[in-house]
């Protein structure tokens, strides 16, 4: 349970991050100040897709490059495919569980004596 909660914070850290970025980069071409480079933004955006979108959205901020919108895009599927598998995998792994401690007590019921 301590690595979902770790996983989960991460995860929201990674978010904040990117949507911070995405945020700072907007200012700073406002500004006509030093830019953060444009792989920086796509790499932040690998863990944390739905910070960037949200960056993007919120800041009007590179939502006319085709390739930020298909990556953001992509890696947002990705993850929600991921996190589907992940509590798929988890439910199965309880089922399984739930069978075998069912069955070692079964045995006992069918113990002689």
């Not at 960037?52 to 085709?66: D, E, N, R, V």
Request: contains cysteine.
């Amino acid at each position: 349970m301590i690595i979902l909660v770790l996983a989960a914070g991460l995860w929201f850290l990674m978010n904040s991050v990117a949507f911070y970025l995405y945020y700072s980069d907007k200012k700073k071409a406002i500004h006509h100040e030093w830019r953060i480079p444009e792989w920086v933004l796509l790499l932040i955006a690998v863990p944390g897709p739905f910070g960037a979108l949200l960056g993007m959205l919120s800041f009007h901020h590179k939502t006319k490059k085709w390739y930020f919108c298909f990556w953001v895009g992509l890696w947002i599927v990705l993850q929600i495919l991921f996190v589907v598998f992940v509590i798929l995998a988890m439910k199965a792994f309880a089922d399984s569980l739930a069978d075998g401690i069912a069955n070692f007590f079964k045995s006992f019921k069918n113990m002689p004596g």
